[in-house]
């Protein structure tokens, strides 16, 4: 049983006002998003209001498949290779599979409700729609494995390596659902892109939506690895309070305070 | 509620209420890292 | 390492020999699996043969489940696992040693699967080249990457559901190249020839070396954590 850690620190100021602009920055950034898109912007030619999903469809997709989850696979990476382990990787990796989960949820769903009007089609399985969900998936097993008790350094390693082979999974996947429609004969080559042509205050909002949601997934994700880190030492202290109380009952008294580093001593701090 | 109504909905709707939950497990963690942390203080 | 390897996978499949899971439950499982759909699909042989490539390679994915949850179960009575990690055999060659039993045990599951398939389905073999490299590809595939899957699941109580939610998703694109790498081979959809296999057949040869790589620079590191 290790020794009591100290205490988690609150924020430093500075780290607060970072992550506190960011969060406005990002409700900011959304805000006009909604109403530029919502509003401001004209109808497209040919795909009319529906178009106004893009800027909201392709930022979330962005988010959740080369932001999130490149986070993911880079931290876990940085994890299991020892010269830069360190337990801020393995929480930041986990941090950004939840939020990517979210995220990732939501491709699917705005993309399925664009994809409803405009082809007529709930789903198909294209290479981007296939892959996508296969992420989900993959996501969720990571979350899986992260809630399977243990001590925290194998817990770690699990969720690496399942996020390290979903990195290497995903591309192939990609890739054989491409060749797969490419290579199929005879099939009509369902075109899956939903991309208009975009111009004048379209893109500008179209950019808008990509940083706005970009802000928004990084103070998620600081709000997230803060909510980590302290669960954590909260479950830490708590094994720590535990013990201590068993301890306590054995030998009939209760010296000092649970916390401190004396769980094995028996002296007052 | 026609198609793009429904997707800014969802998404904006989803998106606020997952950090309205991040936001308040984190205050209650605060709350319960400070009550650690308070008796140890110099 | 490659000692190790023979060593690991010896020893894994002795006890296959004398045990005879795999053999008496696993394979008539798979076995089963075709007859059930049989039901489903039939009684028209064409829906049948139309659809016995993809069936052949669900079955194998299945049964490749069972077998590496075999595998580790080999090592979980009496701290076994823990012998085999402090016994200084090198990771990489227990991941090749036990991915190699683990193929073995497939491939003769496979064999017996494609002679059902021919038997009930009625499906004609028009390349055996193409059957044997695609079977043995996929298969290896399959073994490392559910190898290394089944290292992670070990020694977990959730292993059981945990392996197959893990594992699945990522054995797709061989489901994938499998099914069409053998629907050439059998002559089956439109303008199928015999070449057309060979694309998805290099796919099933990627993946493999992919993971088989991935498994022996992971291991090691995957063992310590328990």
Redo the contacts between chains.
Sequence with gaps: MSPTEP??A?WSPATTWVVRSLGIAAAAA?AAT?WL??WVTPPDEVQH??V??VY??PP?AWVALYLAFGVAAVSSVLWLWPRTRSRFWDRLAASAVE?GV?FT??TL??GS??G??TWGLWWTWDARLTSTALLLVLLLGYLAVRRVPGDPDSRARRSAVVALVAAVDVPIVHFSVDWWHTLHQGATVLNANLSPTIHGSMAWTLLLGFVAFTL?FAW?LA??Y??EL??E??ED?ELDVALHERWAEGTGSLPG?P??ALAHSGGPA | M???D???A???G??AA??AV??R??QR??R???R??G??AP | MWRDTVLVAGKDLRIEVRSRVVMHQVVPVAVLVLVLFAFALGPDRAPMIQAAPGLFWVAVLFASVLAVQRSFALEAPDGARDGLRLSGLDPAGIFLGKTAAVTVQMVILEVVLTAGVVVLYGSHIRSYPSIIVAGLAGTAGLAAAGTLYGALAAGLRVRETLLPFLFLPIAAPVLLAGTRAWQAALGIGAGNTGSAGDPWIRLLLVFAAVYLALGVVIYGPLQEAS
């Design positions: 205490a988690v609150p959304l909604i898109g919502l209001n529906l106004r999903l909201v469809h979330i939020v979210v949820a939501l769903i705005t409700i664009w409803r009007p928004l998620m709000i997230r803060r909510v302290l669960s030492h909260l202290s305070e916390g401190t | 026609n198609y793009i429904a997707g800014y969802i998404a904006f989803v998106l997952y950090a991040l936001w497990r984190r963690l605060e319960a890292a400070s650690s942390r008796p140890q």
